[in-house]
């Protein structure tokens, strides 16, 4: 099950709530987020070019989605062994991030070449496990810019990289994400209003109830 949206759409809020109530209900779970930031080097060096510190690296498309998809091809494994044990597996970003940033940065929709390439590569190619199912948490992109700009005042490490920091990209970015859940692209998507004014617990309970 993934958790998908744009930076400041409420995504780890969710993934933690979501978390507390399917184990309230006696379910096993195990969690991931990515990119992995604290545990494999290719997320690390993401860090790393998002804030300017590889050159123009950051610049490359298909470079940055080469790292992020090594990222978590590097975490396949462990994937596949939490499939086998637990019940539900919650995962805060997936391989459609990788495609709908990749493919706003270009300019294209989930109709385009890039889209299919990030599938092909992650997929295909890497082996990366299909997800089930996939949960698109739209905000409005003023409300998610509002939330990360937010984030960055109360805490000083993490402050806001490249991506986050361009409103443009996130605007594309939205309009990718609803396509590919238009389309259910590698599963089914559900696609949840995570406005103001709507809790946690209310997406929780949509979840759970859906």
Same mark, same amino acid.
């Not at 498309?61 to 992020?68: K, R």
């Not at 993490?158 to 990209?169: I, M, T, V, Y």
């Not at 605007?171 to 995570?194: E, F, I, K, M, T």
């Given at each position: 099950?993934v958790?998908e949206?744009?930076d400041?759409?409420?995504?780890? *809020?969710?993934?933690?709530?979501?978390?507390?109530?399917?184990?309230?209900?006696?379910?096993s *779970?195990?969690? +991931?987020?990515?990119?992995?930031?604290?545990?494999?080097?290719h997320a690390?060096? =993401?860090?790393?070019a998002?804030?300017?510190r590889?050159?123009d690296?950051?610049?490359s498309?298909? %470079?940055?989605?080469?790292? +992020?998809a090594?990222d978590?091809r590097?975490?396949?494994g462990?994937?596949? *062994?939490?499939?086998?044990? =637990?019940? !539900? =597996?919650?995962?805060?970003?997936?391989?459609?991030?990788?495609?709908?940033?990749?493919?706003? &940065?270009?300019?294209?929709?989930?109709g385009?070449?890039f889209v299919? #390439?990030v &599938?092909?590569?992650e !997929?295909?190619?890497?082996?990366?496990?299909?997800?089930?199912?996939? +949960?698109?948490?739209? !905000?409005p992109?003023e409300?998610a @810019?509002?939330?990360?700009?937010?984030?960055?005042?109360?805490? @000083?490490t993490?402050?806001?990289?490249? +991506?986050?920091?361009?409103? %443009?990209?996130q605007?594309?970015?939205?309009?990718?994400?609803?396509? $590919?859940?238009?389309?259910? #692209?590698?599963?089914? #998507? &559900?696609?949840?209003?995570?406005a103001?004014?709507v *809790?946690?617990?209310?997406? =929780?309970?949509?979840? $759970?109830?859906?």
């Open positions: 099950m958790i949206g744009l400041g759409a409420g995504k780890r *809020t969710l993934t933690d709530s979501l978390d507390a109530a399917l184990v309230q209900r006696g379910a *779970t195990s969690r +991931f987020a990515f990119p992995r930031y604290d545990s494999d080097v690390e060096l =993401v860090a790393d998002l804030h300017g590889l050159g690296l950051g610049e498309v298909h %470079g940055m989605a080469v790292l +992020f090594l978590r590097g975490a396949a462990e994937l596949r *062994t939490a499939l086998a044990r =637990v019940d !539900v =597996v919650l995962l805060d970003r997936y391989v459609a991030s990788n495609a709908a940033y990749g493919a706003a &940065r270009l300019r294209q929709d989930a385009g070449e299919e #390439w &599938r092909e590569l !997929v295909d190619r890497f082996g990366l496990p299909v997800p089930d199912l996939q +949960f698109l948490l739209r !905000v992109r409300l @810019a509002a939330r990360a700009a937010g984030r960055e005042l109360q805490d @000083a993490r402050a806001r990289d490249a +991506f986050e920091s361009d409103d %443009g990209l605007a594309r970015c939205a309009l990718v994400y609803d396509q $590919l859940a238009a389309r259910s #692209w590698l599963s089914a #998507w &559900r696609v949840l209003d995570g103001a004014g *809790t946690p617990d209310d997406l =929780v309970n949509a979840l $759970l109830e859906g």
